[in-house]
């Protein structure tokens, strides 16, 4: 049995969330928080009582710190191909320029999305969490993708012991694809 697990490996994870109690002002609950944090594959958690709408228009958050390889983002280039999807990145800033690593990291997705439309946004003196809840409302969204790296904004902001004090009510999916670069 034990051959058999180290063989299997999964291409994605797909949970239902409704939060831990239900409320709208909890985001997700305790399980699903933990799935999306320790799996090795991509989660999509689906808010209760979605309805399925195919994912035209896909907001992607990022802070450019993550050095963005084409494995990592396959999967969004994968459903940007396969529904004709506009791919919407967000960049949230407080005044300050982009470092060159980040004008870098930039680059190098906007190089990896060439083949799937896609639109980079910058967003001032606004929390991600706003941005996200704005964009999800002016844009209507479709999905909500994050990249789950160790050292990024996703981490500070989903998996603070005070997941309840987000502030803001997911009701599109999410997928989060992990960064390749964790350890455990």
Known sequence: MEELHEKYVMDL????????????????GSNTVH?????KCPVLAIPSNYAFNAPKEVLFPSDYEVSFNEKQVKLIVDIGLSNSSRIKIINTTYGDDLSKNQIENKQKLDKILKNVTHLFYSVSNQSVTGAISEFQLKMQINLLV???????????????????????HLNVPFLVIPSGEKTN
């Open 35 to 39: 799935v999306i944090k320790n799996a």
């Open 13 to 28: 994870i797909l949970m239902g969330t409704k939060g831990a109690t239900g409320l709208t002002e909890i985001l997700f």
């Open 146 to 168: 994050m990249i789950n790296n160790k050292h990024s904004f996703f981490e500070n902001l989903f998996f603070k012991s005070t997941i309840s004090q987000i502030g803001f």
